[in-house]
């Protein structure tokens, strides 16, 4: 059974910094896109962020461009999210996905509806 599985995330003062990761289990080759979405309370949900495994390429939502850096681990099936200068409006549910055949965007947005694999999900708060 194919798992994808979140760290524990946290609460963060702002302009700090927290790194998330999510691991993969119970397949044999990485998912080639791999990304992070957000859903805050009574928003929809919000791609942030996500890395192809075949060239290492990334997309990141203007919202946190120059702040957020993606990447991951292949041999170990592991992609990470590291969140420099959290701001108030960062706080929200944050979850992993994957997708075998998906490619991800230079440029535009990510659809949920895209990904085929989905973690949990996993709590960041900033707050001082």
């Known amino acids: 059974q194919v798992q994808l599985e979140e760290s524990v995330g946290g609460l963060v003062q702002p302009g700090g910094s927290l790194r998330l990761s999510c691991a993969a289990s119970?397949?044999?080759?990485?998912?080639?896109?791999k990304a992070w979405f957000r859903q805050a309370p009574g928003k929809e949900r919000e791609g942030v962020s996500c890395?192809?495994?075949?060239?290492?390429?990334?997309y990141y939502a203007d919202s946190v461009k120059g702040r957020f850096t993606i990447s991951r681990d292949n041999a170990k099936g592991t992609v990470y999210l590291q969140m420099n200068n959290l701001r108030p409006e960062d706080p929200a549910v944050y979850y992993c996905a994957a997708d075998a055949d998906l490619y991800c965007p230079d440029y535009g947005s990510l659809s949920p509806g895209d990904f085929s694999s989905w973690g949990q999900g996993t709590q960041v708060t900033v707050s001082s």
């Open positions: 119970g397949i044999t080759l990485d998912y080639h896109a």
């Open positions: 890395i192809n495994r075949s060239d290492g390429s990334t």
